[in-house]
């Protein structure tokens, strides 16, 4: 399987716990306000990181057998968004927060170092490296298919 249709595989899979959130967003109600910011940031962390993913595939899809400079580009633009995401998720975690929010904040941030250390592998032309990484983060996936609508639904949108 080459690269373009890992991210094919992966990226489709997550607009759908994205989509369940993204409409508890808009019916947010009152859920403690450290749940809603956690759940917020993940939300927000998970829109960003498809937008990159996308556009690495792009540039995956025109050439899956050598690096390019898009390649190497976007591998190291979702990298550093990846790093910048994974902050905003740490700060806006308190320890307060529900018991399965802060399990799918945990997994958000092991998901996105996964990814970060697949796009730089990738942008250091590792390309069996990364394929590992970003195979090994559909287990991730799947446990947050699992979790995610249902709890952060709940937190967005009131008890």
Do not use: H
């Not at 409409?23 to 940031?41: E, F, H, N, Q, S």
């Not at 990159?52 to 633009?77: D, F, G, M, V």
């Not at 320890?95 to 945990?106: D, F, N, R, Y």
Request: charged share 20%.
């Amino acid at each position: 399987m080459d690269r373009p249709r890992i991210l094919q595989r992966i990226v489709p899979g997550v607009w759908i716990v994205v989509g369940f959130v993204a409409v508890a967003l808009v019916g947010a109600a009152t859920a403690r306000a450290d749940d809603k910011g956690t759940a917020t940031a993940i939300v927000t962390s998970q829109l960003e990181l498809l937008k990159k993913q996308a556009a690495l595939n792009k540039c995956l899809a025109a050439s899956p057998k050598k690096n390019t400079p898009c390649i190497r580009r976007k591998a190291l633009s979702l990298a550093t968004l990846a790093g910048r995401q994974i902050k905003l998720i740490q700060a806006a975690m308190d320890g307060s927060e529900k018991p399965c929010v802060l399990t799918v904040a945990q997994q958000e941030i092991a998901y996105l170092r996964i990814w970060r250390n697949g796009a730089l592998a990738l942008y250091r032309n590792q390309r069996k490296k990364a394929r590992r990484l970003f195979l090994s983060s559909l287990n991730i996936e799947t446990a947050q298919k699992q979790l995610q609508p249902t709890c952060l639904t709940g937190v967005l949108t009131g008890p």
